[in-house]
């Protein structure tokens, strides 16, 4: 069974930094790529980054050079570096397995990050 835990959500100033981190459990990385999506208040959810099983990345312009996206293939563990966050950056994030690909696709439940001073 595949489950998908989000950690180390919270409040930032803008500018500061957070990490969150998923837990996989049930999902082979060596097929399914990974990624984080975020939904703020009234808006579509949308993917801010992801990763493929190879390890190629890609972003989400409005977080291109601010946000990294990094995998523990051992651990089973897909972690999102945030850098000089913005207000416009609360949200909530959620883990994803399988977004963009013909595989099934999975969801955390979310960790919420709120950008404010």
């Known amino acids: 069974q595949v489950q998908l835990v989000e950690s180390g959500g919270g409040l930032v100033q803008p500018g500061g930094s957070l990490r969150v981190s998923c837990a996989a459990s049930g999902v082979d990385f060596s097929t399914y790529p990974m990624a984080w999506y975020r939904q703020a208040p009234g808006k579509q959810r949308e993917l801010v980054a992801q990763i493929t099983p190879s390890g190629r990345t890609q972003y989400a312009d409005p977080v291109k050079g601010r946000f990294t996206i990094s995998k523990d293939n051992a651990k089973t563990t897909v972690d999102l570096q945030m850098n000089s966050l913005k207000p416009e950056d609360t949200a909530i994030y959620f883990c994803?397995?399988?977004?963009?690909?013909?595989?099934?696709?999975?969801w955390g439940q979310g960790t919420q990050v709120t950008v404010s001073s």
């Open positions: 994803n397995a399988g977004a963009n690909s013909r595989l099934y696709i999975y």
